[in-house]
């Protein structure tokens, strides 16, 4: 095959890379040992090539370059991994925003509940200092009121049937069983006399000079129409160790003058009031005796028409019956009555003997003491009520714990972390 | 990968850059490699890339051409005080290393991959993303040059050393 320079030319770089068939390839050949030039051409293209692909014999990286490039690469790992912390810090640190106050408001709420739905404000009722029972005192309006509705009261305790005037509301008692309440002119005390109170009060005084005091309380009795129900003396005067207890009955409406009274005889150690209000009683005890009245009454008509002797025994039998009911009822009427209109009070005198420290009278240092001790009893009656407040407690303690115990948890969730957080 | 830089950027210290550069971008880059390519074209061609591009910027600083090397000091291989380093093969390769370097870029990195490296064409394709024509066409004009530049120095490359 006859080649020409162009084409040899054109196959040059073919025959470099070995792409030419061998037919092309000799061809070439036979050309370049034919043509000075190409065959220069030839040599020197290959001996480029040769060179090219032995240029890189025995290179090696430079031990320098090495380091750098490893160098190069850490460096880039460490800021690749410094990024990502910095990101994951950055993700925890809004997460903690969100944790601490959805943790914050999440505690808040259980404590709301927790209080709110296991406290009842009755535990918390203390009590105030002049209230332990020992002193009661008598709604004055009340006792106005009854003292107004006492005014035409008679002496004597029992309410008779001969139209004594008693006041509106009091309950009339009628052998021959009539019904009973009647109006007086003293209706407009009827609202007035609608409540009942039964007042009573207590002394204890103690005295150095026993006999005169003792003589001194007698008199008093004398002067208020009062009376002594009950009297007792014991001890003996050599030891000084007198005592005299008494209950006296008091007019009622006296009765504030009588204690008021007494307040001058020797030292009085203890005061006592009482008002008992029965007036449901009084009232319920009231209708029930109208309503037995009026049966009553129906049944001695029903006598008075009856027609057979069967009836008759009848009708008696529970005439008996009724009447008897009514005798029970009146009697706790005139009970209550009585002591309405007459105060019991109790009295212990007390003899001191000489050597007893004189006790001081009613002084500053006197009602100071008082006040101290009513404080120190206060403070038991306080104690006692946290105790009793605590023994109420203890079973809200069962929601209580586990909702304090949640609440820590969760705040702990929200302000534990902020130390740890770097 | 360090001989290609070294022969694309024809000294070491721009070499190491390359390296240096080449490697960062492969440890950015692994987590995307999805195997379309062999691993070694992958890499080719970031190192390829990482040294046209410094070439690019040393060229907005100062001109490559090989007066200008030859005066900052042009020094591409690796040299040691040997013996040989006055032998015939050593001034042979000395030559052709400036002449490389002397190359316009486009044939340079055709004629590193295929002659130095003996890539193939597609991979060389592959490589600088361009098609085979193009690169045999650039290979073809690379290597009339290298020979033109060999050709001048008759006393190193006049013989049959075929």
Request: glycine letters at 4%; proline letters at 2%.
């Amino acid at each position: 095959m006859n080649m020409n320079c162009t084409t040899f030319r054109a196959n040059l770089d073919a025959y470099i890379d070995s792409e030419l068939d061998r037919k092309t390839r000799r061809a070439m050949e036979e050309h370049a040992a034919a043509c000075p030039e190409c065959g220069v051409l030839l040599n020197q293209a290959m001996q480029a090539v040769t060179l090219c692909a032995e240029l890189n014999e025995g290179l090696t990286v430079p031990l320098e370059c090495q380091a750098a490039w490893r160098r190069a690469v850490r460096a880039e790992a460490d800021e690749k991994a410094e990024r990502k912390s910095q990101a994951r810090s950055q993700r925890r640190a809004r997460r903690n925003v969100w944790v601490r106050s959805l943790a914050g408001l999440a505690a808040a709420l259980v404590l709301f509940f927790a209080v709110g739905t296991t406290l009842d404000m009755d535990d918390f009722e203390l009590p105030s200092s002049r209230d332990s029972g020992r002193y009661d005192s008598a709604p004055s309006e009340n006792y106005g009121a009854y003292e107004e509705s006492a005014a035409g009261m008679s002496a004597s305790y029992m309410a008779t049937p001969a139209g004594a005037s008693n006041a509106a509301g009091d309950v009339l008692l009628e052998s021959d069983g009539s019904t009973g309440t009647q109006t007086t002119a003293a209706t407009a005390q009827k609202s007035a006399s609608d409540v009942v109170v039964l007042r009573s009060a207590a002394r204890s005084i103690t005295t150095k000079e026993f006999e005169t005091d003792a003589l001194f309380v007698n008199d008093l009795v004398s002067e208020y129409g009062a009376y002594f129900e009950s009297r007792r003396v014991t001890g003996n005067a050599e030891d000084a160790s007198r005592m005299l207890k008494a209950t006296v009955r008091v007019p009622s409406e006296s009765l504030d003058n009588f204690l008021t009274a007494l307040d001058v005889v020797g030292t009085i150690i203890v005061r006592e009031e009482y008002a008992e209000d029965i007036t449901s009683d009084y009232n319920d005890v009231a209708a029930r005796l109208e309503v037995l009245r009026s049966q009553l009454q129906q049944l001695n008509e029903m006598n008075a028409k009856a027609k057979s002797v069967s009836d008759l025994i009848e009708i008696n039998e529970r005439a008996n019956e009724v009447t008897a009911e009514i005798e029970a009822y009146e009697s706790r009427i005139r009970d209550w009555n009585s002591r309405r209109s007459y105060s019991s009070v109790s009295l212990t005198l007390t003899e001191l003997g000489e050597d007893a420290p004189e006790p001081v009278q009613k002084s500053l240092s006197e009602r100071m003491k008082e006040a101290f001790d009513d404080s120190i009893q206060w403070l038991k009656d306080f104690g006692q009520s946290a105790a009793v407040f605590g023994a109420a407690l203890l079973p809200r303690l069962a929601v209580w714990l586990p909702a304090a115990i949640i609440v820590i948890v969760l705040l702990r969730v929200a302000f534990g972390r902020k130390k740890k957080t770097k | 990968m360090y001989a290609v830089a070294l022969r694309m950027c024809g000294n070491r210290e721009d070499a190491q850059d390359c390296m240096q550069e080449a490697m960062i971008r492969i440890y950015r880059a692994i987590a995307t490699f999805k195997g379309q390519s062999s691993f070694a074209t992958w890499v080719y061609r970031i190192t390829m890339n990482s040294c046209l591009d410094e070439l690019r910027r040393r060229k907005a600083r100062t001109s490559t051409s090989l007066d200008a090397m030859l005066e900052n000091g042009f020094s591409p291989s690796d040299e040691t005080d040997t013996p040989e380093r006055h032998s015939l093969q050593a001034e042979q390769r000395r030559l052709l290393e400036k002449a490389i370097a002397a190359l316009p870029e486009d044939m340079r990195s055709a004629i590193v991959l295929r002659d130095i490296q003996g890539c193939s064409y597609d991979e060389i394709a592959e490589v600088l993303d361009t098609n085979v024509g193009t690169i045999k066409s650039r290979i073809s004009r690379g290597r009339e040059r290298l020979r033109s530049v060999l050709s001048q120095q008759p006393e190193l490359f006049g013989r049959h050393t075929v």
